[in-house]
């Protein structure tokens, strides 16, 4: 069985959850939150804080039956979801959509997976990518109407990475403007060349240790590899990068926030994702 409710104005979610259930205590709706039995708009959602609009349905189902639609099981965490959009924090290995229309695990496939119910299978459109070994926020659209507005005005949208890299950066912050053009074999390079583009990153280090640094990395243009790239340049690849530095147990990006107007009212959508162990272990 499942409490369907319909939210009736903006607020945060646990605040919904504890005004429209006033039976219910607090402990018990957090510990059902974190067990993925709460659905906002048919998509599990776990975070206390998600900021709910006028009109969201919401579902709160009982351990056993949410267990069967957990996104979690395939290994996603939803950050956001509504009826025009869905964020996950992609780990890292995921293809974030299929190889060359190849059949095969990747963000797209497992979410749509996740959100699909008997008969009524989840309809997604993804929005941009992360590299495959790249992790954090990656957006998909539920309309092809909603990934046309999101896409018009993605030069607009505030892009925030976390990177590890190898040394120390000096200065410790700065902006790389150095163009960036591919070869036949997509692989990306730095400097003039006749099909570069122009390429701008700008970058802080947030602390240094054991010989390698976490930066904080803004992009100004969205180039493909442009991170790998302009950190390799400056002399500080980013940690298991094999194309541009050496390879690892895992490479040390992570797309920590995505800030973008809401394609249906306009408003700031911020989707964060904290990096995993994994990714603050590179640094030690």
């Known amino acids: 069985m499942a409490e369907e409710l319909q939210v009736g104005a903006p607020g945060r979610l646990l605040d919904f959850l504890r005004a429209a259930l006033p039976g219910w205590k607090r402990k018990t709706l957090e510990q059902r939150l974190r067990a993925g039995c709460v659905e906002v ?7 206390p804080h998600h900021e709910l609009r006028a009109g969201d349905r919401i579902a709160l189902r009982d351990a056993g039956d949410a267990r069967a639609r957990d996104p979690r099981q395939s290994g996603l965490a939803i950050l956001h979801a509504d009826e025009d959009l869905v964020a996950i924090d992609k780990p890292a290995g995921l293809l974030s959509v299929p190889l060359d229309g190849r059949r095969g695990r990747n963000a797209l496939a ?14 997604l459109w993804p929005v941009h990518r992360l590299d495959r070994e790249s992790s954090g926020v990656l957006l998909f659209a539920r309309t092809s109407a909603a990934r046309e507005a999101v896409q018009a005005s993605w ?15 000096e200065p410790p912050a700065g902006r790389i403007e150095q163009p960036l053009w591919e070869d036949a074999q997509l692989c990306v390079h730095v400097g003039a060349h006749a099909g570069s583009k122009p390429a701008r990153t700008r970058y ?35 940690v298991g990068d094999p194309r541009q530095g050496t390879a690892g147990a895992r490479l040390g990006l992570h797309a920590q926030r995505l800030t973008l107007a809401h394609p249906a009212s306009g408003a700031e959508l911020r989707l964060e994702a904290p990096p ?6 590179l640094l030690r």
Do not use: C, M
């Open 204 to 238: 802080s280090t947030l602390r240094s240790a054991g010989g390698r640094s976490l930066l904080e990395v803004e992009l100004d243009t969205g180039r493909r590899h442009q991170i790998r790239a302009h950190l390799a340049w400056l002399g500080h690849p980013i």
């Open 110 to 123: 497992l979410l749509r997976a996740a959100l699909s119910a008997p008969g009524r299978p989840a309809r």
């Open 41 to 47: 708009n048919g998509a599990v959602v776990e975070r």
């Open 155 to 169: 030069s607009e949208a505030h892009k925030l990475y976390l990177a590890v890299v190898e040394g120390r950066p």
């Open 276 to 281: 995993a162990p994994d990714f603050l272990a």
